[in-house]
């Protein structure tokens, strides 16, 4: 005989039926505000679950963009580097656009995507 996993097992809230409820209501009207307690209480459960799974699937979603962003600051800052070691004026704190144009135009041409724009670059180089 074949051994359960015990750790995929699931406990899960049936909803309580409706008519049953308004039955036991119409017996006992002092029953309502623990009705209206649980009801709220299971609401506010299922709202969060369906947040957790919402930011679990988004947080996915948004993984491979994060890395390519980073992949792509890297390869800015590598630039960078090397164009203030052929010229440290370029380092100067007001160069910063200068020295964003000459990476944009440095920038290694792939297939489906362009460089970044010059907005990006300086906000790489300044930490923002």
Do not use: Y
Request: overall charge positive.
């Amino acid at each position: 005989m074949k051994q359960l996993d015990k750790s995929k097992v699931r406990i899960t809230e049936k909803a309580a039926n409706p008519d049953q409820i308004t039955q036991q209501l119409i017996k006992d009207p002092a029953r309502l505000s623990g009705f209206v307690r649980q009801s709220t209480k299971r609401e506010a459960r299922l709202l969060e679950a369906k947040n957790n799974r919402r930011r679990a699937i988004e947080e996915h979603r948004n993984k491979s963009r994060r890395q390519d962003a980073e992949e792509r600051k890297s390869i800015a800052l590598d630039i960078a580097n090397c164009l203030i070691e052929k010229n440290p004026a370029l380092s100067r704190r007001g160069k910063t656009s200068e020295l964003a144009r000459l990476i944009r135009e440095q920038w290694p041409r792939r297939l489906n995507e362009g460089p970044p724009t010059t907005r990006h670059i300086r906000r790489w180089l300044t930490g923002k």
